[in-house]
């Protein structure tokens, strides 16, 4: 009968040390989930920053000059050549942001899936917790 009662005591340690894993791994996707964000929202910037560049130059001639920033080398071109250049980037950028958002969403439906499925195990775990502290 000993080794009954010490199997069952078994399984609800290795519940416990799966549904610690599983959280551990929700947080993990949660952390990534944020940092998706924010490289989002840093993107949306140069976005919006490409924006203001290309609303200010397709006014202009296409023959004028103007300096464009390739890392750290200032360069001067015209307006003509620079704008579709501009344009092709920000089109990228949207692209970029498009699917980080994806990203973030399907990773935090995951964490969410996990908590969700686990939070009965997680619950009873801080019932238990409590209960031995009482104690």
């Known amino acids: 009968m000993a080794e ?3 199997s069952r005591d078994v399984q609800p340690a290795a519940l416990a040390e799966e549904a610690v894993k599983e ?3 929700a947080q993990q996707l949660k952390s990534t989930a944020a940092k998706l964000q924010q490289r989002l929202e840093e993107l949306s910037a ?8 290309i609303d200010t130059l397709k006014d202009l001639d296409p023959k004028r000059t ?8 200032l360069v001067e071109r015209d307006v003509g050549s620079v704008l579709p250049e501009l344009e092709q980037n920000l089109s990228r950028i949207v692209a970029a942001c498009k699917k980080l958002d994806e990203q973030r969403i399907s990773t935090e439906k ?3 899936e996990i908590l969700k499925n686990h939070a009965p195990l997680l619950e009873e775990m801080g019932r238990r917790r409590v209960q031995e502290d009482q104690l």
Request: aromatic share 4%; net charge negative; with cysteine.
């Open 23 to 25: 959280l551990q791994h």
């Open 110 to 112: 995951q964490a969410n």
């Open 4 to 6: 009954v009662a010490s």
């Open 66 to 73: 103007c300096f464009r920033l390739v890392g750290e080398l």
């Open 46 to 53: 140069e976005a919006a920053e490409h924006t203001r560049v």
